[in-house]
């Protein structure tokens, strides 16, 4: 991210979660809005609708670890009894953000005939790399082990995240049943094994020509990369892309940077006749999902992109 952004989350408001954690509380749509509507004079927040054929159900808890407890808020479709699923991963430079902030595009893709499911995982001032990733990983396995319950066809799970989300929803989805990235605590008959891809605006590649990751990556993954390159190495989506790379959805921002490493990514999948797909907003900011007009772009983006992969 970008240096000013870091010296922004430094100076931060801080609280503090049930059990002392502490907790960055900067990154919000009201304060993102606040920063660009002077650019953006026509943007508006995008408010969440009342859909008949979407149930919602908050703060259902899928794992607890000593006093810590981690939850996901849940919107499904309840026309039918089976809906490919849509596991969400809200963004913040991997230390602030939070899953409230998913809920109208996980409401607006549940219209459409999905489940969508967005998860509370560990932020970088409560644990570090690859804690959250195992987190996320541990919630698909709940969802498919209580699939009836949420309306899923444990069969087709799609990970979609936005900024530092998009980022680990491309490595969850790169790193299929690899055994490393798996919380070997967590017992589960199901695995964490996801279908298709969205990207939204994450890099797929920390250490890269087009990347200007500094210092909040190297929060996150415990180091600077000349300090830990293997982090830096293992948590790009770039370095796991290979044959059994699932399909995957860029949606992107006018900002080169939010992408480092798809155009390679893309190449990879390509020669294994992967289908990859890239939908750019043109003059958008990042965290352009949060607003109208893009909002309903990012929607049908995604969704026709999952009825293509999925149903």
């Not at 409230?100 to 932020?123: P, S």
């Not at 006749?273 to 900011?285: A, G, L, N, R």
């Amino acid at each position: 991210m970008k240096k000013a952004f870091w010296t922004f989350l430094l100076f931060s408001t801080f609280v503090f979660g049930q059990n002392g954690y502490k907790i960055d509380s900067s990154y919000t749509i009201e304060k993102t809005y606040q920063k660009l509507i002077k650019k953006y004079p026509f943007i508006t927040i995008a408010k969440s609708q009342n859909h008949k054929n979407v149930t919602q159900l908050n703060d259902i808890k899928y794992q607890q670890l000593g006093e810590r407890v981690l939850y996901f808020n849940a919107f499904f479709n309840k026309d039918k009894k089976q809906n490919p699923a849509v596991i969400m991963i809200h963004g913040g430079g991997w230390r602030s953000g939070n899953k409230n902030q998913m809920q109208v595009l996980g409401q607006e893709i549940a219209a459409k005939g999905y489940a969508c499911f967005a998860i509370e995982y560990r932020l970088s001032l409560e644990a570090k790399y690859p804690e959250g990733i195992h987190d996320v990983k541990n919630a698909i396995k709940f969802i498919k082990d209580n699939a009836k319950k949420f309306h899923v066809d444990p069969d087709k799970i799609a990970i979609l995240g936005c900024s530092s989300g998009g980022q680990m929803a491309a490595l969850i989805g790169t790193t299929n049943e690899n055994s490393a990235f798996e919380d070997q605590a967590y017992k589960s008959k199901s695995s964490s094994k996801v279908n298709a891809i969205v990207n939204i605006d994450g890099v797929l590649a920390f250490k890269h020509s087009e990347s200007s990751e500094g210092e909040m990556a190297s929060f996150w993954l415990g180091g600077t990369y000349d300090e830990n390159q293997e982090n830096w190495k293992k948590a790009s989506a770039l370095t796991h892309t290979d044959k059994n790379t699932p399909p995957i959805l860029f949606i992107n921002s006018s900002f080169d940077r939010f992408h480092a490493g798809r155009d390679d990514m893309r190449a990879i999948l390509n020669q294994y006749k992967i289908y990859s797909e890239v939908q750019t907003i043109p003059d958008s900011p990042h965290s352009f999902w949060f607003f109208q007009p893009w909002l309903d772009e990012t929607v049908r983006y995604t969704t026709q992109f999952l009825d293509k992969t999925l149903k």
